[in-house]
């Protein structure tokens, strides 16, 4: 596995296109209820839009897009609207995962995938292995997954793979490698759609020095041109890890020569 850099270790390479795309995709039972449906007819129109978005995303040269799918505290929903997200989770994989192969899309599912029922585990076990070798985009969807439970497990993972191991020897170049993600630069770009301003505990450790972008606009409107949007955003963003804005133009100066 490639080992990519910490933002807090290493000054990452930064373009126009940012190369890791993360998503929390809210608004989709707002949607619903604004056009007097029920909530759980937003998620399925959502899913049309993730569709639009990753393709885009292929299009234009992203290499790893994530999206925050089911959180661990999605749990506590109503009832009815887990089973169905649960259906349609299931649905999705059974249906996109050819078209994804097609497309040369390798899918990742991260998260605490054991609670999920038997039938959901083996399609996301088949869904990886059947685009493991793809490599035009990586799409991961973020599934029972929670920021705070990510960094927990990397440290009982780390902690069981080296029991020896003195508090003085933990470092982020230890740590790194056990985290979900451990496979994909941290993201550039985090968007939010549906209006709130929080991470909610979505790729804690990872989202860093990521430039942050919240719209008003619900998942289900969110569209090529409202990712474009965010990409004109982040283009005009001044990516300093630290660093100052004389820093940065003695940089471009120098690259320029």
Known sequence: M???LSSTLAIPEVSSIPRHVAIIMDGNGRW??????????????GLNAVRKIVQECRRIGVEYLTVFAFSSENWRRPPEEVGFLMKL?????KGEVSRLAENDICLRLIGDLSRFDHAIQEMIEFS??????CKALTFTIAANYGGRWDILQAMQRCVA???NLKPEDISEELLQPYLSMAYAPEPDLFIRTGGEQRVSNFLLWQLAYTELYFTDVLWPEFD???LH???DWYSQRERRFGRTSAQLASQVMSDAV
């Open 2 to 4: 490639t080992q990519h």
């Open 32 to 45: 619903a209820s604004k056009r007097m449906m029920p909530r759980v007819a937003g998620h399925s129109e």
């Open 89 to 93: 989770f299931l649905k999705s994989l």
């Open 128 to 133: 990886e292995a059947k685009t493991a070798n």
């Open 161 to 163: 793979a080296n029991p």
């Open 224 to 226: 090529e041109a409202q």
């Open 229 to 231: 949007k965010a990409f």
